[in-house]
């Protein structure tokens, strides 16, 4: 009988969520789709199985590897494709801010029309949900604005946005408006307004000190500031 090792729902992107051991039961999946992600442009297949306890399951394998269990949903439909393009969808949506949108290669089950039409809907409402939340300027967006920190909505939820992170680092704070609250895990920073006008605050401090040293050595070596990077800063703060 082919049955589900947990009954819990939902797209596997870390260890918090298990759905069991798959290398026993690999043969019980039909091959579904090919296509190509992230972008290094790796080829990918997916496959699916559906259990006697109304469930459906993804699974998938990259260039030859093991498969591995990436979703699974109870299903929703009485028709096989409907309960497809559901579990297609969650695991786009699920790995969109990591891995981008995936292009079609190939499926035994979905033409490129309508596979097309899965990522188009996303789009579509990703767009929805970025022109609602532009519309909700909280304080804590205003603030990002006023300081000139390059930020815009997601398109998750109405609350979802994304800004650079103050760092200088080549990641990004994740924005919520609903309680107006920012954080990054990549700086181990987090907080409202207040918090990150103190880390502001510190990061300016740690720069001026910086420019402050390089300028000091400049001055002792050529007796004179050399960069005009360190003379502009120089002018600008004093």
């Not at 096989?80 to 969650?90: S, W």
């Not at 596979?115 to 767009?127: C, L, M, P």
């Not at 930020?151 to 080549?170: M, R």
């Not at 103190?198 to 040293?213: A, F, G």
Request: some cysteine; overall charge neutral.
């Amino acid at each position: 009988m082919k049955t589900v090792f947990t009954k819990q729902e939902g797209v596997t992107m870390n260890s918090r969520l298990d759905f069991g051991d798959i290398k026993t039961i690999t043969n019980e999946f039909e091959y579904l789709m090919d296509t190509t992600e992230t972008m290094w442009e790796v080829q990918f297949k997916y496959f699916y199985r559906i259990t006697d306890d109304n469930y459906i399951q993804l699974a998938f394998k990259m260039d030859g590897g093991e498969l591995k269990l990436s979703a699974q949903f109870k299903l929703r439909s009485k028709h096989l494709k409907e309960n497809i393009n559901f579990i297609v969808r969650e695991h786009i949506e699920a790995h969109l801010p990591y891995d981008g949108f995936p292009c079609f290669i190939k499926s035994s089950v979905l033409s490129k029309q309508e596979f097309e039409a899965i990522v188009q809907s996303i789009k579509d409402e990703k767009n929805r949900q970025a022109i609602m939340a532009n519309a909700k300027q909280t304080p804590l967006i205003q603030y990002l604005k006023e300081k000139k920190i390059s930020h815009e909505p997601t398109g998750h939820n109405l609350y979802s946005w994304v800004a650079n992170c103050p760092s200088g680092g080549q990641h990004h704070i994740m924005v919520s408006t609903e309680n107006d609250e920012w954080g990054c895990g990549y700086c181990r920073r987090k907080g409202g307004i207040a918090e990150l006008e103190k880390w502001l605050r510190e990061i300016q401090i740690k720069k001026d000190q910086e420019n402050l040293s390089r300028m000091m050595k400049e001055i002792e070596e050529f007796g004179e500031i050399q960069s005009e990077y360190i003379r502009k800063w120089w002018m600008n703060r004093y």
